[in-house]
């Protein structure tokens, strides 16, 4: 069965840093990784959707990679704001079905 | 967003009734998935489904069934609610499209007293 991580579980850091979430997973096999932002409260967002024979991806000051024979994925934030202070998850896709990581709780201090 | 709407979004029920689930998508799409949400354990699939009257189990299906007889409605039931069930439920769906991506609802909180 996928296990998926995401290390740190919280992470707080002053506004304006740079930062890395982690994510990893036990099995190479699949079709793409996707990070999700959640609000309190709130459903899960689509951040950044990464096929599996792709090596990143980007959108804004999120950059997010993978190196699949590994079993790893990171999300980049550049220039961390407030705002983006969230949940982040990431999942892993084997075909019809997706696994999660518990998340890692942001928190950027003004 | 994937015109995807939950209901009820918020319920407080009894032990022992029976509770039912919404989702409701307007795009068409074929995949539909039930997830609960809990402290410590993130996202745990609880049913999905591949097509009108198609559904598979997950790993959390235990008290819980599905049905699916239109593409855009998908309901979860809970035939007879227990304190272990109280939980936030998401539905989510995989986009038609080449790319698989995984869009979610706003949630469902269901207490169970």
């Known amino acids: 069965k996928q296990e998926v991580t995401q290390i740190p579980a919280a992470l707080s850091v002053p506004e304006g840093e740079n930062l890395v979430l982690n994510c990893s997973f036990t099995?190479?096999?699949?079709?793409?990784l996707q990070w999700f932002r959640q609000d309190p409260g709130k459903g899960l967002t689509s951040l950044l959707l990464?096929?599996?024979?792709?090596r990143e991806q980007t959108s804004g000051r999120l950059n997010a990679s993978l190196d699949k024979s590994s079993g790893r994925s990171t999300l980049y934030i550049a220039a961390s704001q407030p705002g983006d202070s969230a949940t982040y998850l990431c999942?892993?896709?084997?075909?019809?079905?997706?696994?999660f990581g518990t998340g890692t709780s942001l928190t950027v201090i003004p | 967003d994937a015109g995807i709407t939950q209901s009820p979004r918020h319920k407080v029920t009894e032990t022992g009734t029976p509770v039912t689930l919404r989702c409701h998508q307007t795009e068409n799409h074929r995949y539909m998935y039930w997830y609960r949400q809990d402290p410590g354990h993130g996202l745990r699939l609880i049913h999905y489904?591949?097509?009108?009257?198609?559904?598979d189990k997950g790993e959390v299906s235990d008290g819980y069934s599905v049905s699916r007889s239109k593409t855009e409605d998908f309901l979860l039931t809970l035939e007879s609610a227990t304190s272990s069930q109280t939980s936030v439920y998401f539905c989510a769906i995989k986009a038609n499209a080449d790319t698989g991506e995984l869009f979610f609802g706003e949630g469902s909180r269901l207490t169970v007293l």
């Open positions: 099995d190479s096999a699949i079709y793409n």
């Open positions: 489904s591949y097509g009108v009257k198609d559904t």
């Open positions: 999942a892993v896709n084997t075909g019809n079905q997706f696994y």
């Open positions: 990464i096929q599996s024979s792709q």
